[in-house]
């Protein structure tokens, strides 16, 4: 980690716990310009572009463009950088679809989806954020399992870096809130029955009672595509 040795994240994080999203925003922005904001587009994360973008705050923008995002995605990736007048960097992999597909074999998403994970959104973000030492995330505690212990500040251990968490301890209506009251651009697919969209081939539909979750990966098991589960440690 090669942030600011000084700074006590615990002390930071019970500092910054119960102050709003901006607030911890703009703590967060004294690590610029080695500080990015990682944004898959999904409502929280449109949140977090409306408080960085409207605040003019100097936090690098950038989203892991896997190729096979939903067109509705595409779309409001260019929404936000006009109504904002922000750039949103691509961080694209190393192999295109078709290339991915001469050296692994066709849709390997679906017969491996964690090795397609790890090609297409883990390895490109591991060589992104070595040029950071801080990064935001959109997380929320109550997602998952994985989240509920979610720290405002923490270090990464998986990256490397120190891991800021500015809507930790928001709700789903407090995500819908903010973007009603500030009417934020959001993807159109949260009202078809897509509370969580990532890649297309990998999400679907959500039915009544489900978990927020249940449409990605569906029927694999999986939940994450690893950007926020812990290394396991071996004793």
């Not at 950038?62 to 949103?88: K, N």
């Not at 990464?156 to 809507?167: H, M, S």
């Amino acid at each position: 980690m090669t942030a600011t040795p000084a700074l006590d994240l615990d002390a930071s994080a019970a500092a910054l716990e119960g102050q709003s999203a901006l607030e911890i925003l703009t703590w967060a922005a004294r690590f610029a310009p080695r500080i990015t904001f990682a944004t898959g587009f999904g409502a929280e994360g449109c949140v977090v572009i409306d408080l960085i973008a409207r605040h003019r705050l100097p936090i690098d923008l950038f989203t892991l463009d896997t190729g096979v995002l939903f067109p509705e995605t595409y779309a409001l990736w260019r929404q936000l950088e006009a109504r904002y007048g922000v750039t949103i960097r691509a961080v694209r992999p190393a192999q295109s679809i078709d290339e991915q597909a001469a050296a692994h074999g066709p849709a390997l998403w679906a017969r491996e989806p964690d090795r397609c994970c790890e090609l297409r959104k883990l390895g490109p973000l591991r060589a992104q954020l070595a040029g950071f030492d801080a990064w935001i995330t959109a997380i929320r505690r109550d997602q998952t399992a994985d989240r509920a212990n979610a720290k405002i500040v923490e270090p990464d251990r998986k990256f490397g870096l120190i891991k800021i968490n500015p809507l930790a301890a928001w709700t789903h209506k407090d995500v819908w809130r903010h973007i009603v009251t500030h009417e934020v651009p959001y993807n159109p697919l949260h009202d078809q029955g897509y509370p969580s969209i990532g890649c297309a081939p990998c999400t679907s539909p959500v039915g009544e009672g489900e978990d927020p979750r249940a449409g990605r990966w569906r029927g694999t098991g999986k939940t994450e595509c690893g950007l926020h589960v812990l290394p396991v440690v071996r004793e």
